[in-house]
């Protein structure tokens, strides 16, 4: 399995500017996660899916920040426009939910570099 | 609601010695726990889990944990750190009995190892 997928791996963009993340999961997970890192923050959960449905939205930021799932193989974390203090670590996490024991393992992409100048 | 708190920011420890990270947490019902580790410029990985059972578990590069229910806490541990072990080390939780899938993070604690 080629694992959690997120592109780009790094992003430069200038303030105002609109930035688009892009994650595909794990074949055949039905959650998928958005999470914001930072040194002072640390590790936020931003948004998180279940069969393609927004499940939980309240990591959300503020209304600049959107997230989609259009289908099981793909989401977008899109930020319009994009300020210096978003500057972050993006990661995309995928887990299954099937079967009798939720293990709720999830696994972690590589995460996407973003700096807004 | 679910918490977890990892006490200690930094953690500091010569090689060969014995490593020790602290997390507690809280949780209303018999919580799944998790470590995660992430080394520099990468993803968070799994590196042991607590569903049900032994209590003690044991995770992949020599580190384990034990499950105690009466402190609510859930070290990891290594009896002999190595330098690759210097990392960025993530506790946390989960509900199995929720439909949710979310897995509730703590702040993290960085290790680094001295030569």
């Known amino acids: 399995d080629a694992g959690v997928i997120q592109s780009p791996r790094h992003e430069v963009t200038e303030m105002g500017q609109e930035v688009t993340l892009r994650c595909k999961p794990i074949s055949g997970h039905d959650y998928l996660f958005w999470y914001r890192q930072t040194m002072m923050r640390g590790l936020e959960l931003l948004i998180y899916f279940n069969n393609n449905v927004p499940i939980d939205d309240s990591g959300m930021p503020e209304d600049r920040f959107s997230a989609k799932m259009p289908n099981a193989s793909f989401s977008t974390l899109k930020i319009q426009p994009s300020e210096p203090r978003d500057s972050a670590v993006y990661f995309c996490?995928?887990?299954?939910?099937?079967?009798?024991?939720?293990?709720?393992?999830?696994?972690f992409g590589p995460g996407t570099r973003l700096t807004v100048l | 609601a679910q918490s977890v708190t990892q006490l200690g920011s930094h953690v500091s420890v010569s090689e060969g010695a014995l490593v020790l990270l602290r997390c507690n947490y809280s949780?209303?019902?018999?919580?799944?726990l998790f470590w995660y580790v992430q080394y520099p410029n990468q993803g968070l990985q799994l590196l042991l889990k607590y569903t049900t059972g032994a209590t003690l578990v044991k995770g992949i590069n020599g580190f384990e944990a034990e499950f105690k229910k009466s402190e609510t806490s859930f070290h990891l541990t290594k009896p002999s750190a190595h330098m690759s072990d210097a990392a960025e080390y993530f506790c946390a939780v989960s509900d199995p009995y929720s439909s949710a899938s979310k897995i509730i993070f703590g702040s993290g604690t960085r290790l680094s190892i001295r030569p």
């Open positions: 949780s209303s019902v018999p919580p799944y």
């Open positions: 996490a995928s887990s299954s939910g099937q079967g009798f024991q939720l293990y709720n393992e999830q696994f």
